[in-house]
T-cell receptor
Framework: DTAVSQTPKYLVTQMGNDKSIKCEQN?????MYWYKQDSKKFLKIMFS???????INETVPNRFSPKSPDKAHLNLHINSLELGDSAVYFC?????????????FGPGTRLTVT | AQSVTQPDIHITVSEGASLELRCNYS??????LFWYVQSPGQGLQLLLK??????LVQGIKGFEAEFKRSQSSFNLRKPSVHWSDAAEYFC??????????FGAGTRLAVHP
């Protein structure tokens, strides 16, 4: 029943490792996003995909690589993890059109890099 | 550059008191405007949105917000706060592209 789901909910790993976060939405939306929330709760967009095409790519290190296998899924792969990557990562989705900016968020994945 | 300012980092109110959370935005035109709430350890839930039309919008959980073009503001209000309203509140704008620009958030604490 969950509209936007993310796995895992918690991820603890060491510096230098590679990890992935998965996101799935069952709302039938055509646009998906990744946001990063830092330790001060500041939220910033990282990427957005519309119909599997990358449409927003903010100034994110190229160690971060999103992949959208289909409209309902958007994964985030992070190479060579650094301490500064520790954050909560939120996936969101929306339907393009007049209400296309109304985004629905997943529960977040708390990434801790040690 | 577009930006969103939430001047109050922390607000404490007594249960039953009224609430107003401030939000100002910087953008050339009228953007789409949103308020989200984040309870501890949770994701973000949309409270309400403004696209156009009536400048007073109603949302869920008894919240409302008023858009004032002359002040570039979109303040969130609730006439009587409940203890369960304690959370982090984020104002966000969506300019021309489908991304949200968030304010820094306002943490609301509710005294019994």
């Amino acid at each position: 029943d969950t509209a936007v789901s993310q796995t895992p909910k918690y991820l603890v790993t060491q510096m230098g490792n590679d990890k992935s976060i998965k996101c799935e939405q069952n709302l039938g939306h055509d646009t998906m996003y990744w946001y990063k929330q830092d330790s001060k709760k500041f939220l910033k967009i990282m990427f957005s995909y519309n119909n599997k095409e990358l449409i927003i790519n903010e100034t994110v290190p190229n160690r971060f690589s999103p992949k959208s296998p289909d409209k309902a899924h958007l994964n985030l792969h992070i190479n060579s993890l650094e301490l500064g990557d520790s954050a909560v990562y939120f996936c969101a989705s929306s339907q393009s059109g007049t209400s296309g900016y109304e985004q629905y968020f997943g529960p977040g994945t708390r990434l801790t890099v040690t | 550059a577009q930006s969103v300012t939430q001047p109050d980092i922390h607000i404490t109110v007594s249960e039953g008191a009224s609430l107003e959370l401030r939000c100002n935005y910087s953008y050339g035109a009228t953007p789409y405007l949103f308020w989200y709430v984040q309870s501890p350890g949770q994701g973000l839930q949309l409270l309400l949105k403004y696209f156009s039309g009536d400048t007073l919008v109603q949302g869920i959980k008894g919240f409302e917000a008023e858009f004032k073009r002359s002040q570039s503001s979109f303040n969130l209000r609730k006439p009587s706060v409940h203890w369960s309203d304690a959370a982090e509140y984020f104002c966000a704008v969506a300019p021309t592209q489908p991304k949200l620009i968030f304010g820094a958030g306002t943490r609301l604490a509710v005294h019994p």
